[in-house]
């Protein structure tokens, strides 16, 4: 595990998941380092996290049922588009844009991912400078979150990543969903970073992942041209032996490294476990006049999206070791990242990288605050929506935060979320906290993850953290008459248990809370106490139980 200082940056807060750009204010907005960010255009006004915006598609009643109950035939049909009203500065009506579904894990009958084209019918039809957009339809995200998240770290890392916004999306006048809408990377894409699409834009063929730029004999076994521009993959299998057996400077000169190196350690921070560097999916490649970048794509396993504490492990420097997709599906063979392997050997440091990210692009204050205005904003929509995710999407919530605050305060070695400021009292752990635990290990000022304690995503610097049953006696000293604090269960990321019950005893019980769950609020408690023993006892509301008790912000008052 990489232990690095994170620093806070003084600049103003930028934008929600926009890419900085000092064209806009200069005198306001700092570009981070290594900073790359396309400018502004109009298309922004498609993607604002700010606002939830509203796409209305009308079409044959029986085209909409195939591309609704069958999605995983990606028939194109015809419907016209609209965006948003006259107040929208975003609006428009086209007909005759071709729609269907997409995706793989994500495509689910009832509410696909939409695929809309604007010039497959109508050559030359555009949606404010777009030719296509993408509406996923998050079921793989809960949260519907990690999209914008982990896209807005990517841009101010200087990555190229894809624009996101949300949608509330009808079919026929009647409601189809609340989607994330998604910047397609496409033509336009690589014109707005890199000035031009005169290179090949290949994407994955579908399903055939574990192969990334490890040698291959055919590249369009394994890869598929995006935009106009055609190749028959040969420039494909000249790069992967370029990889794996050109000298050093063949190596540098065709793969742009710094690219490469930032969007793995980006990715590996994030925890992803699937991606370029970690199971070779999830990524386009574009051919920039010779010198090829990796653009990611697909958020969903980011974040703690998945395995939450394989997550928290992931290695910047052999992310494919925590991966549990690190075989290729079609060969049998294990996954490496052999770019990654000779970055490091010609003097990548991730450390410095790390170092970079978490105090800028994607520093606690910045994303923690995305986060919860993001939230806030679309979390009636969510609980609104036919999936159906309504209290899944508020545990994402606080999952989002817990991996963040556990994975940043672990590369930091110390808290980056603010602490409460204890009162003038008996701080916890002068009070000789010891006891019985029902599994585990008794954990004082911190959690098994890191420093601090997130209870239904607030967070608490210090307190007693055990699996339930537990019993924690506290010794009172002479002049302290109060103990107060708090009683909850920490988040977990697991929504296991059938929740706890808390209680403070001193020969009677002195308080008792009610039936506490998991991402439940914890309940405040102010006691009258005498110098001696007393305990902090937890009952588990079942034999066994996966809960475990947070008693948070515990202090001795005189």
Same mark, same amino acid.
């Given at each position: 595990m990489l232990l690095l200082l994170a620093c806070t940056s003084a600049t103003t807060p930028l934008p929600p998941g926009e890419p900085p750009d000092p064209a806009r204010d200069p005198d306001t907005v700092?570009?981070?380092?290594?900073?790359?960010?396309?400018?502004?255009?109009?298309?922004?006004?498609?993607?604002?996290p700010t606002r939830i915006v509203t796409v209305a598609l009308?079409?044959?009643?029986?085209?909409?049922?195939?591309?609704?109950?069958?999605?995983?035939?990606?028939?194109?049909?015809?419907?016209?588009?609209r965006w948003g009203d006259d107040a929208d500065p975003a609006h428009a009506v086209l007909d005759d844009i071709a729609v269907r579904a997409f995706g793989q894990g994500s495509e689910i009958a009832g509410k696909p991912s939409l695929k809309l084209s604007f010039d497959r019918l109508v050559?030359?039809?555009?949606?404010?400078?777009?030719?296509?957009?993408?509406?996923?339809?998050?079921?793989?995200?809960?949260?519907?979150?990690?999209?914008?998240?982990?896209?807005?770290?990517?841009?101010?890392?200087?990555?190229?990543?894809?624009?996101?916004?949300?949608?509330?999306?009808t079919v026929n006048g009647a409601p189809a969903g609340f989607f994330v809408v998604l910047e397609s990377i496409d033509d336009r894409f690589v014109e707005r970073w890199f000035g031009h699409d005169d290179g090949v834009l290949y994407g994955m063929n579908s399903g055939y992942y574990g192969q990334g730029l490890n040698p291959m004999t055919d590249g369009l076994y394994w890869f598929e041209p995006q935009t106009s521009v055609d190749s028959d993959g040969t420039d494909l299998v000249a790069l992967s032996e370029i990889? @794996?057996?050109? =000298? $050093?400077?063949?190596? !540098?000169?065709? #793969?742009? +490294?710094?690219?490469?190196?930032?969007?793995? %350690?980006?990715r590996s921070v994030m925890g992803s476990m699937d991606a370029f560097?970690?199971?070779?999916?999830?990524?386009?490649?574009?051919?920039?006049?010779?010198?090829?970048?990796?653009?990611?794509?697909?958020?969903?396993?980011?974040?703690?999206?998945?395995?939450?504490?394989?997550?928290?492990?992931?290695?910047?420097?052999?992310?494919?070791?925590?991966?549990?997709?690190?075989?290729?599906?079609?060969?049998? @063979?294990?996954? =490496? $990242?052999?770019?990654? !392997?000779?970055? #490091?050997? +010609?003097?990548?440091?991730?450390?410095?990288? %790390?170092?970079?990210?978490?105090?800028?692009?994607?520093a606690w204050e910045v994303v923690d605050a995305e986060a919860a205005a993001a939230a806030a904003l679309i979390r009636d929509d969510v609980y609104a929506d036919v999936l159906g995710y309504g209290v899944s999407f508020d545990q994402r919530r606080h999952d989002v935060r817990l991996f963040?605050?556990?994975?940043?305060?672990?590369?930091?070695?110390?808290d980056v979320a603010p602490c409460v400021t204890p009162p003038a009292s008996v701080p916890l752990a002068d009070l000789n906290p010891?006891?019985?635990?029902?599994?585990?290990?008794?954990?004082?000022?911190?959690?098994?993850?890191?420093?601090?304690?997130?209870?239904?995503?607030?967070?608490?610097?210090?307190?007693?953290?055990?699996?339930?049953?537990?019993?924690?006696?506290?010794?009172?000293?002479?002049?302290?008459?109060?103990?107060?604090?708090?009683?909850?269960?920490?988040?977990?990321?697991?929504?296991?248990?059938?929740?706890?019950?808390?209680?403070?005893?001193?020969?009677?019980?002195?308080?008792?809370?009610?039936?506490?769950?998991?991402?439940?609020?914890?309940?405040?408690?102010?006691?009258?106490?005498?110098?001696?023993?007393?305990q902090l006892v937890t009952a588990p509301n079942a034999e066994y139980s996966c809960d475990t008790a947070a008693w948070v912000d515990v202090w001795g008052m005189r």
């Open positions: 700092e570009v981070l380092p290594g900073d790359t960010s396309a400018p502004a255009d109009p298309t922004d006004a498609v993607f604002d009308e079409m044959s009643a029986a085209d909409w049922a195939d591309i609704r109950d069958n999605p995983w035939a990606e028939a194109w049909y015809s419907a016209t588009f050559p030359g039809q555009e949606f404010v400078g777009l030719d296509e957009l993408k509406l996923d339809n998050s079921s793989q995200d809960v949260g519907y979150l990690n999209e914008y998240l982990a896209t807005g770290i990517m841009r101010r890392f200087g990555v190229p990543a894809a624009r996101t916004g949300w949608a509330r999306v990889v @794996a057996t050109g =000298t $050093d400077d063949q190596f !540098a000169a065709a #793969l742009d +490294l710094t690219n490469f190196g930032r969007e793995s %350690v980006a560097s970690a199971d070779g999916n999830n990524y386009y490649l574009y051919d920039d006049g010779g010198v090829w970048h990796i653009l990611p794509w697909d958020f969903d396993v980011d974040l703690g999206g998945y395995y939450f504490s394989t997550a928290l492990t992931v290695d910047p420097r052999a992310p494919w070791a925590s991966s549990p997709w690190a075989t290729n599906p079609i060969t049998g @063979a294990p996954y =490496t $990242d052999p770019v990654l !392997a000779r970055n #490091l050997a +010609l003097g990548l440091d991730p450390d410095a990288l %790390v170092d970079e990210l978490v105090g800028g692009a994607m963040l605050h556990a994975r940043l305060s672990a590369f930091a070695g110390a010891t006891g019985t635990v029902g599994w585990g290990e008794l954990l004082v000022d911190r959690t098994y993850w890191a420093p601090g304690f997130n209870v239904a995503g607030e967070h608490a610097c210090t307190g007693v953290f055990a699996h339930a049953p537990s019993t924690v006696t506290l010794t009172i000293p002479d002049g302290v008459t109060r103990l107060v604090g708090k009683a909850g269960l920490q988040d977990w990321a697991q929504r296991c248990g059938d929740g706890a019950t808390f209680a403070v005893v001193q020969g009677e019980t002195l308080w008792q809370s009610g039936t506490i769950l998991t991402y439940q609020a914890a309940e405040a408690f102010d006691v009258a106490v005498s110098p001696g023993a007393l």
